[in-house]
Each structure stands twice: as C-alpha cells, then as structure tokens.
C-alpha cells in the first residue's frame, strides 16, 4: 500500500521552488529524501520563452466538493522549452497578474479557457 500510495504522489506531485528575475528562471528539483522527482529543472533565459498564459480553470461541479473557478499562470516555453507554472490564483485574479508579469518580463500574455460573456 505504501508504494502505491508512493508511486500516485511521485507520479502527480506539481509544483517546483525557483527564482524568476528580470534575464532568467532558475527551477531547483523537488526531492523526497534521496530521490529526485520528475519535473523543470534547470536555469533558463527569459528569451526562451514565448508568453505569459493565463489558464482558466472550472472549479470541481460535485456537490459538496469544495474550490471554484481559479486560473494557473504560466510562462509558456519555445520548442525545447518547459513551460513553468508560476502562480495559483483564484477570483479572476489571474488575468491581472498575468498582465502585470508579462509588462514587467517585456512578454506578451495570452488567456487560454477564459469564460465567455453572455449579454443578455
């Protein structure tokens, strides 16, 4: 049951630490004790990528399961390039954030699932 348990976290774990500067990202592994877990690692200059993403997301639709909508924001790598999630928000707050990174990184910043607008 433990490797199993094991295999599922090594298998779907996300997340990495790294700094993001004004020239470069640099992505430090994840461990768990001796072992290195699957993910971006590496330093990597800004002009290897392409855009900011801002992912929209859905919330969970079960009944009682809680969480909302919430959006990833992504630096979106060229070919040969990881793209490297940089932030988790919620409340739209994506959108915002992806704007104030992608001027701050001179990238432009693109929305992938961004809910429609219906008028009525």
Request: proline fraction near 8%.
């Amino acid at each position: 049951m433990l490797f199993f348990f094991s295999r599922l976290f090594v298998r779907f774990q996300t997340g990495s630490a790294g700094t993001l500067s004004a020239n470069r990202v640099v992505i430090h592994p994840n461990r768990l004790l001796w072992f290195s877990l699957p993910g971006p690692v590496g330093t990597y200059t800004l002009d290897r990528f392409a855009a900011v993403r801002v992912e929209f997301r859905m919330g969970p639709v079960q009944p009682g399961v809680q969480g909302g909508p919430n959006e990833v924001v992504w630096l979106a790598g060229r070919p040969g390039t990881p793209d490297i999630a940089l932030a988790r928000t919620s409340d739209g707050a994506g959108r915002a954030v992806g704007r104030e990174l992608g001027a701050l990184l001179d990238l432009p910043v693109e929305e992938v699932g961004a809910p429609k607008v219906i008028k009525l």
